[in-house]
């Protein structure tokens, strides 16, 4: 790999801690010049790190007294030079906007122009009628977003993408509100609200007349590299799911707060399908989780346990409508284990956060034992991050499918962790994971198509490999050293393999270390949002 200097090409807001990595064996220093050559900052990067996730020997320095707004990059003797950085009160905006038109780039069911989706523009895809995989209705499943590289939609994740930008938005408003979508925008509700609800009204269509939810509306099998318009097969409503059912409760019971003020009608009938949802719910079991049905080979989106679903739902419905009922179902669960996690497998830090921020009655003990244990996570993250070479919060076993989803919410549970205790090595840590998506990482990418001077450029998504030009604004998974697609075991067997820092392939076969999805863009704009606010 060419490069030897790491920093977050997207920049730093002035206040931020700014930290650089450094790929050599001893202790160097190093100059902050600007974009004409004149040095404004020099520095001794002697903090040596031995990197066992990326099989090297790392110095980091810290330029953090720089905070004059300006176009910068780092030089040291022998290293070359950093790829050029921005520090600013915008220099995030770039990003930010991209990673937001990702989700109207990524709609379903509805005509892109080329006036607003450019090279991406297409007819409407998928309008063809839903049928339940039992053969028991049929109906229409429209809109909604294509969840990643695929034209699949799938409750659950859709979900937490929801969840998690809903989230974005309550803590930085100036910057979701900030948000213009390609497509101008006519209702009563702004861009950035207005396309939540273009996901949050396709999930409404997926709820059976007794609450349950289909676990995902796809094709029988994953299509070729074509167009959206062009996949014309029969649309699949997989069974019904515990998981897709306590999620969509839990959001739309959130989304209660974000939409009554503007659209009193709408957050009714939020509050009366989430109702619904959670009655289905207390009926419903199945053991082992979600599986594909005979037949079906599109993502599966399994999960064993749903009983962290289940704490986020009760948290989220006692935190909008008060319900004693909603009350007592979180705590009788809470009491026995507190949950973590920010993904779509573990969920619990969804459901601590709507426990901890309700301004209704709850049990002060657990209240405070949550938060103790959201510390707790928070402290081994940090340790973590403070060990490794590019302040990640990811071990040398954690590189797995969409390890940059984990980034993103290990920042996020530091954020968490800050907001608690006011302790800034938290948000430091925090706002380190956001730095590594956007460059400051082994591989010297940023993670963001479009985004930064060096950026993914083949990720594992239909209209990007169709057009020949990846869409812009997108995560890519991250390195994952499973070696679990063709074409990364073309090049590389168990022994020849990279350290697992380095093990992605930028190639949009790629799909275990390269694709896309709409809840890793939703993680990484909630993490974005939150050491920004």
């Keep these: 790999m060419y490069k030897n200097i790491f920093v977050s090409q997207c920049g730093y807001l002035p206040g931020m801690q700014k930290q650089v990595t450094f790929r050599t064996d001893k202790p160097v220093n190093f100059a902050v010049l600007k974009s004409n050559g004149a040095c404004v900052y020099t520095g001794r990067a002697d903090k040596k790190i031995k990197n066992a996730a990326a099989g090297e020997t790392d110095f980091v320095g810290d330029f953090s007294a720089l905070t004059k707004t300006g176009c910068y990059y780092i030089t040291a003797e022998g290293l070359g030079e950093s790829d050029t950085f921005t520090i600013g009160r915008n220099a995030f905006s770039d990003v930010f906007q991209k990673s937001m038109a990702f989700f109207y780039l990524q709609r379903c069911g509805h005509e892109l122009p080329e006036a607003s989706a450019g090279l991406y523009a297409h007819p409407a895809c998928h309008t063809q009628t839903g049928y339940a995989y039992d053969k028991t209705e049929s109906r229409d499943v429209t809109g909604g977003w294509h969840d990643a590289g695929d034209y699949g939609r799938y409750v659950g994740p859709g979900a937490m993408a929801v969840a998690q930008l809903l989230y974005a938005l309550e803590r930085n408003k100036a910057l979701c509100n900030s948000y213009q979508s390609p497509e101008p925008q006519t209702s009563v509700l702004n861009d950035y609200l207005e396309e939540l ?195 990640t919060a990811l071990t040398k076993k954690q590189y797995d499918w969409g390890s940059n989803l984990t980034v993103a919410n290990n920042g996020l549970q530091l954020y968490d962790a800050w907001k608690l205790t006011g302790e800034q090595k938290y948000l430091d840590a925090a706002a380190a994971q956001l730095h590594y998506l956007l460059g400051r990482n082994a591989m010297g990418l940023c993670y963001v198509t479009g985004c930064g001077t060096d950026a993914i450029k083949h990720p594992h998504h239909r209209p990007s490999g169709f057009k020949g030009k990846a869409m812009p604004g997108m995560l890519s998974g991250g390195p994952c050293d499973w070696l679990a697609d063709e074409t990364i075991r073309s090049l590389f067997t168990k022994e020849t393999a990279p350290a697992p820092a380095k093990c992605l392939i930028d190639m949009t076969g790629s799909y275990s270390t390269n694709e896309v999805t709409i809840y890793w863009n939703s993680a990484l704009i909630q993490l974005l949002a939150s050491v920004t606010e």
């Design 197 to 391: 609800k273009y996901e949050l009204d396709w999930m409404m269509k997926m709820q059976r007349e007794d609450g349950a939810l289909y676990h995902k509306a796809t094709c029988a099998g994953f299509c070729s590299f074509i167009m959206p318009e062009d996949e014309k097969g029969k649309m699949i409503l997989s069974p019904v799911s515990v998981t897709a059912t306590a999620d969509f409760a839990a959001v739309c019971a959130m989304a209660v707060r974000f939409y009554k003020k503007y659209d009193k009608a709408y957050a009714k009938k939020l509050e009366q399908v989430s109702k619904k949802a959670y009655t289905a719910l207390k009926d419903m079991t199945l053991p082992g989780g979600f599986k594909n049905p005979k037949g079906i080979t599109t993502g599966e989106y399994g999960d064993p346990c749903d009983t962290d679903e289940r704490y986020w739902a009760a948290a989220e419905l006692y935190r909008t409508f008060g319900n004693e009922e909603y009350r007592y179902d979180f705590e009788k669960l809470a009491r026995k284990k507190i949950y973590h996690g920010y993904g779509w497998v573990e969920m619990g830090s969804y459901g601590n956060l709507a426990y901890l921020g309700t301004g209704r009655p709850v049990d002060e003990t657990l209240k405070q034992a949550i938060s103790d244990s959201m510390i707790a996570t928070a402290d081994k993250l940090l340790q973590t991050s403070e060990a490794d070479g590019y302040g």
